[in-house]
């Protein structure tokens, strides 16, 4: 589903210098996901118990970089 940029605000990490980085942004039931070089492309949803889940779990360490 193509979301209007106009009615969405993006948001980015502040630790991000390059601009080649993940925005996020809230929608009604969703969080959009998009590449910032790719502004226009088509952004990921997912539901916001779902991104919830992820954050938990990204702050409490249970991903690991091999």
Do not use: Q, Y
Not at 17 to 45: F, I, N, T
Request: net charge positive; hydrophobic share 40%.
């Amino acid at each position: 589903m193509k979301k209007s940029s106009a009615a969405i605000s993006w948001r980015k990490s502040s630790r991000c210098a390059s601009g080649a980085c993940v925005e996020v942004a809230d929608a009604v039931d969703m969080v959009l996901m998009r590449d910032s070089k790719s502004p226009a492309g088509e952004p990921l949803e997912f539901p916001k118990g779902v991104w919830t889940n992820f954050m938990v779990d990204l702050k409490e360490g249970r991903f690991h970089a091999n």
